[in-house]
């Protein structure tokens, strides 16, 4: 039941009326209030409200926005309820090809932090649902309270993330609509934070994913009592398998097809029905590209076989609890930290590693990327539908695995390459790459021709590599004695890469109109950018605006390591180089009128 609650200063005076109910009306269910005037028409106000929360099942009332009362007499009408907010959104839920308890978890998330501000709102309105209004419920989010751990801290950032896209996409609906509901989707303006926003303790890491070393992982595996234990971990980091998919794989799903060929035959993961009561149940994977085959080792399938893999029956789990059923996460996530802090106390992990169970997944992907395995066998293995989830995940290890395999060459050859900032001793000469009118210098060919080949390869670019004299590399570059002398710039190792999203250019007239002639620069493009060109950056967006004499118009454009993030950068420079075309010299020249 809700109930009006006089809210009062130190003074002792009532400063307004507060309305209290839990949504819904569950006992966990979050806190819901709204507030009157203080006065005696702000209390009348107030037990009417009441009475609307109570009539409605501990909701709020059909066509009331909190802070503003009833904004559409019509809201209540059966034809016009289909478009409130709330009622929109889990028809849009219901519709969606996912699971229930997808469905369950993205509803859970609507009703406690979306429906409370947007849950009465039209769906067609842009007064309700503007840049304004997404952006100070998103600011309101990030200082929202949260239990994370055992601790009570703001939301994350993905999460504030994550709750920004599921709004999104219940407002794109309305825009794809037929007839639309509403001409864009104000989300795309939104400004979305940043995971070091919140920044981070020393105790606490600021990484995602953690990364074990395979000593490490060989150390912790080691500090497991059990048996069955430190082969499952073995196994998990082997293959790379998903929790799910593991602890739901049978006898007859490790097998040996023919002499010499050992693989593990991915079919199926389990799957959870939200309750009460809690069901579990064998479904297929997590994507169409999630059954898959995956090759192990002859030494893993002995160890199997030592293990007891030929005993098993075809249907038994591999890797069951006690009674011989599913292994609950809960049960072994115990074990998993009593390991980890076992091996810490050794020295054979980092304290400052904090891994879980998943985190052999990414170990995996590491130990391939670094042995010279690409993106697209990975992207296999793991079972990813799109490569572009393997990139965005793992593609900043491609730049050590790419370096490890080169010391692998070098190793290998016996080759002594220079550490990093070391100049080779009496160097003579100086590999010249030329591209796009830069001029890059490599001490070492095989650095030139790899860069060279890549570029010509995914670029298309013509490329040139010259092998000259340090100096001529002097004479050329840099023309000075000492640290000027050009041969500071001189590599010794391949510069760096990043996964960049380049969107635009738009162009505008000096009259702010449009001349965009491609509609596909619109449309974000995924490119590897070296660091020694213009787009190369670290951060997930930046965007510029500016005007050109020579061209007489104004350009936008946007680029970062976040799509979402380019993309609403993208709109913000838009905006702004039409507020440019304002200013812009020729457009003075334009307004003003010849004198007689």
Request: charged fraction near 30%; glycine fraction near 8%.
């Amino acid at each position: 039941m809700a109930s009006v609650v006089p809210r009062k200063n130190e003074a002792g005076e009532i400063t307004s009326y507060q309305v209290k109910w839990r949504l819904g009306g569950g006992r966990s269910a979050p806190w819901q209030s709204e507030r009157f005037p203080p006065d005696d028409e702000g209390l009348d106000a107030a037990e009417i409200f009441k009475e609307a929360v109570d009539d409605a099942g501990q909701q709020w009332p059909a066509g009331w926005v909190k802070g503003k009362g009833y904004i559409d007499s019509t809201a209540a009408s059966p034809d016009e309820l289909r478009y409130r907010f709330d009622n929109f959104a889990r028809q849009s839920l219901q519709n969606r090809t996912a699971s229930k308890r997808y469905k369950d978890m993205r509803l859970r998330a609507l009703e406690n932090y979306v429906f409370p501000t947007f849950g009465n709102c039209d769906v067609r309105s842009t007064e309700h649902f503007s840049k304004t209004t997404i952006q100070a419920w998103l600011n309101k989010m990030k200082t929202t309270k949260v239990k994370r751990g055992r601790q009570i801290k703001n939301m994350a950032s993905e999460s504030v993330r994550g709750l920004h896209g599921l709004l999104s996409s219940v407002l794109q609906e309305a825009v794809v609509a037929e007839p639309p509901l509403r001409d864009r989707n104000p989300c795309a303006l939104s400004r979305l934070p940043k995971d070091d926003e919140r920044g981070a303790s020393d105790a606490e890491s600021t990484d995602e994913m953690e990364f074990m070393t395979p000593e490490e992982i060989a150390g912790l595996v080691d500090c497991f009592p059990r048996a069955e234990d430190r082969m499952f971990v073995r196994f998990l980091y082997a293959t790379g398998l998903r929790w799910g998919e593991v602890t739901a794989l049978a006898a007859k799903h490790v097998r040996s097809p023919q002499p010499g060929r050992y693989e593990v035959r991915v079919t199926r993961a389990w799957k959870r029905d939200t309750g009460p009561p809690e069901v579990w149940w064998l479904g297929p994977p997590k994507s169409r590209a999630g059954r898959r085959t995956v090759e192990i080792t002859a030494g893993l399938w002995q160890e199997l076989l030592d293990f007891g893999l030929g005993k098993l029956g075809k249907d038994d789990l591999l890797f069951p609890n006690r009674s011989g059923t599913r292994l609950p996460y809960s049960t072994f996530y115990g074990r998993w930290l009593a390991a980890v802090e076992q091996a810490k106390a050794l020295g054979l992990l980092p304290e400052w590693k904090k891994p879980t169970v998943h985190d052999l997944r990414h170990s995996h992907v590491a130990a391939l990327l670094s042995d010279g395995h690409s993106l697209t066998y990975v992207q296999r293995r793991l079972g990813h539908e799109s490569i572009k989830t393997t990139s965005d995940q793992y593609g900043h290890l491609l730049e050590t695995a790419h370096k490890a395999a080169l010391n692998t060459l070098d190793r290998v050859l016996r080759i002594r390459s220079p550490h990093p900032g070391e100049v080779p001793e009496e160097p003579q000469w100086v590999y010249a790459v030329l591209t796009g009118g830069k001029t890059l210098g490599f001490w070492r060919e095989l650095d030139a021709e790899e860069i060279a080949e890549r570029m010509v390869r995914e670029r298309g670019a013509s490329v040139l590599v010259e092998k000259c004299s340090t100096d001529r590399w002097i004479e050329t570059n840099g023309g000075q004695d000492g640290e000027s002398d050009g041969l500071a710039e001189v590599r010794t190792d391949l510069p760096a890469r990043a996964f960049i999203w380049i969107i635009g250019p738009a162009v505008y007239a000096v009259d702010g109109r449009d001349l965009r002639s491609d509609p596909r620069v619109a449309e974000p493009r995924g490119v590897w950018v070296w660091d020694f060109e213009e787009e190369f950056t670290r951060e997930p967006a930046c965007g510029t605006a500016e005007w050109s004499l020579s061209q007489r118009e104004t350009v936008a454009r946007a680029w970062g390591t976040d799509r979402e993030a380019v993309l609403a950068a993208y709109e913000t420079a838009k905006v702004e180089a039409i507020r440019l075309c304002d200013s812009h010299p020729d457009r003075s020249a334009q307004s003003r009128e010849p004198v007689t």
